[in-house]
């Protein structure tokens, strides 16, 4: 084979100049990877063969198991015939399989991307059933009807814990530095520092920070948590940059306004160098996931979905709260009576504690709680406002006297919210939502803060699996509203799954 044919059927490889036609066409000649780049790919395709051979596994086991089951169990005289049995767990493998890759549920953009992979397994476990009920129905295949009734739920089940381990092993080895994006940050120093603060503040591994190019003067080296970010110096092009980095990603936290042309040479520039150019934009602070990109007739266009508070989407919420509290609430029953006595033995008063709250468009009602105070706690509470530790008009002391000893475990474990899931019943509440404000303290919202009784107050939510007492009451009020204009059904699993694993190794809760 000549060398013209070799580079014709494999472009990647030998070098350009080898053909005597690149000589006389440098600029045709197209980008090769950097050794940064080819090494970003490469673990990119080994963490999506990593996911299709567990989603494989899975599929295949449990289909088949099912199969063997469902005819080991089968009531019929007649057996099943062998190639109906083989031919159902066979096809819906197949049809799972195709489905979980044609819906994107592996690409690498969405790996750690919260509920966005979760939602996309599920709708191609969805896509799946509608496709096999075909030939169920038609056929009468009683076969295929197990794999449906059966196979697909446990499988699904069995598709998420698999997925969420291989996202805890993602992260474990972020945690030491690897297989996350080598990034550097561009823009005014302004944009740069808020960025790195959004980075920090919610913990996101997936990108490693490796210097920040800042226009005009550079300036002291910046933070990221407890790292300091070098600061580098504009005076080359962004690819050679990012080259001579070694990173394989650029997020772009700001651009000159006047260049209406920067986004694409810069783009092009960073071909063969880098696997993706990030845009930041501060809308994505409430707007992310509503935010998506319509192309019209070669226009490009950022659409941003405006949220609705009614509607379809907030049935299922209403229906997923009820499940949820009615099966909280018998195994509630279990625990409450020891919970009950050991509240009375240490001090006196009732059991429970109502307090009333601010609810879904400014309504009050009373919220329920077990007792973790004395009788007299507010009558307490004026001489202790100047030790105040709570963040704008909340009032928290981590070492409040008022409350008990029985009190304190109960706060430390949330156990005192668990009579919540009879005002979540009730709907007075919402298993997940922003967190329920006192009449009080409603009063001093702005008109930004009010937006957070658009929904109906939670007994978890995003402020609860991110430090609760902890944060500011900026961060506070930032949670509760991005939860608010962008909740989703999958987002509210999550939260109940991750606010289980807060009530075992809490933070912030006192």
């Known amino acids: 084979m000549t060398a013209r044919m070799a580079a014709r059927w494999f472009p990647g490889a030998g070098t350009a100049s080898a053909d005597p036609l690149a000589l006389l066409l440098p600029g045709a ?19 999506r063969a990593r996911l299709g051979g567990t989603d494989a596994a899975i599929a295949g086991l449990v289909t088949v198991l099912i199969a063997l089951s469902g005819s080991g169990a089968a009531t019929t005289l007649e057996p099943a015939a062998p190639e109906r049995l083989l031919a159902a767990p066979a096809l819906a493998a197949a049809v799972w399989l195709i489905a979980l890759g044609l819906s994107h549920s592996r690409d690498a953009a969405i790996l750690c991307a919260g509920a966005t992979e979760y939602r996309r397994v599920v709708h191609a476990t969805a896509l799946t059933f509608g496709v096999l009920a075909v030939p169920c129905l038609l056929l009468d295949w009683v076969e295929l009807r197990w794999q449906l009734l059966v196979a697909l739920p446990l499988g699904l089940v069995a598709l998420l814990i698999g997925r969420w381990q291989w996202r805890r092993w993602l992260l474990s080895r972020r945690r030491e530095g690897e297989l996350a994006s080598r ?5 005014d120093r302004d944009e740069v520092e808020y960025v790195l603060e959004r980075l ?22 910046l933070s990221l948590g407890a790292r300091r970010v070098p600061v580098l110096h504009w005076d080359e092009s962004l690819a050679a940059t990012a080259e001579r980095m070694g990173a394989d990603t650029v997020i772009l936290a700001s651009k ?31 707007a992310g996931p509503r935010i998506s990109f319509r192309p019209v007739d070669g226009l490009p266009l950022i659409q941003v979905r405006i949220p609705t508070f009614d509607g ?25 009576v020891p919970i009950a006595i050991a509240i009375r033995l240490d001090s006196p008063g009732p059991v429970l504690f109502r307090q009333q709250r601010v609810g879904r468009d400014g309504r009050t009602f009373a919220m329920l709680k077990f007792r973790t105070m004395h009788v007299d706690a507010e009558q307490q509470l004026a001489a202790l406002q100047a030790q105040n530790e709570g963040a704008g008009p909340l009032f928290k002391l981590r070492h409040d006297p008022r409350v008990t000893r029985v009190g304190r475990f109960l706060r430390k474990h949330s156990l005192d919210e668990l009579p919540q899931f009879w005002n979540a019943l009730m709907g007075d509440m919402s298993v997940v939502g922003p967190r329920p404000p006192l ?54 699993l999550m939260i109940i799954f991750r606010t289980a694993r807060v009530v075992v190794h809490p933070a912030g809760a006192y």
């Open 312 to 336: 379809g989407k907030h049935v299922l919420k209403r229906a997923l709260d009820i499940t949820v509290a009615a099966l909280a609430l018998v195994a509630i029953a279990v625990i409450a």
């Open 29 to 47: 000649q197209s980008p090769r990877s950097t050794p940064t780049l080819a090494r970003r790919l490469q673990w990119e395709r080994r963490t």
């Open 200 to 221: 920090s503040s919610t913990r996101d591994l997936g990108y490693h920070v490796l210097g920040a190019v800042v226009s005009g003067d550079a300036g002291d080296p």
């Open 439 to 492: 009449p009080g303290e409603a009063t001093t919202y702005d008109g930004t803060a009010m937006r957070r009784l658009y929904l109906k107050p939670g007994i978890t939510g995003l402020w609860q699996i991110s430090g609760r007492s902890d944060l500011s009451w900026e961060e506070s009020v930032r949670l509760d509203l991005r939860y608010v204009e962008n909740w989703s059904v999958m987002q509210d």
């Open 183 to 187: 990034t550097l940050l561009v823009g």
């Open 256 to 286: 000159p306004d006047a260049d209406p042309g920067y986004l694409t040479r810069l783009s092009r520039q960073l071909e063969g160098t880098c696997a993706e150019l990030v845009l930041f934009s501060r809308l994505t602070d409430v």
